[in-house]
């Protein structure tokens, strides 16, 4: 399959809190993503393989705020908005990123 025209499709969920529930759920909303002809960008899925929450946090969160601005839209996946999300929803408004709302609900409704 080829995506060359996928729409990019930045993946905006929880990290911090239950970090093993909120990676599983990351990786199911990407996945969703993908199932939907789109190319996911999760960063919290990969930038915690060598960047620490602890001390380089908002080195991060501007990695992340950089690689939204190349997206085409910005997902907010889940119920609850985390302070880190909420910085990335408003940097996609200040920019003009359209903001999408996905809930866990729509996780198992079949198309």
């Given at each position: 399959m080829n995506n060359r025209d996928s729409p990019i499709v930045y993946i905006c969920s929880r990290y911090r809190g239950n970090?093993?529930?909120n990676m599983a759920?990351?990786?199911r909303y990407s996945r969703y993503?993908?199932?939907r002809g789109c190319v996911p960008l999760t960063p919290h899925l990969w930038l915690p393989q060598f960047l620490s929450e602890e001390t380089e946090r908002e080195l991060?969160?501007?990695m992340d705020l950089r690689l939204l601005e190349r997206c085409d839209e910005l997902w907010v996946c889940g119920d609850e908005i985390s302070e880190g999300m909420a910085r990335e929803i408003a940097h996609a408004d200040e920019t003009?990123?359209?903001v999408r709302h996905?809930?866990?609900e729509d996780?198992?409704?079949r198309d």
């Open positions: 970090i093993a529930h759920m990351a990786r993503a993908a199932d991060a969160i501007s003009g990123i359209p996905i809930t866990e996780l198992y409704v």
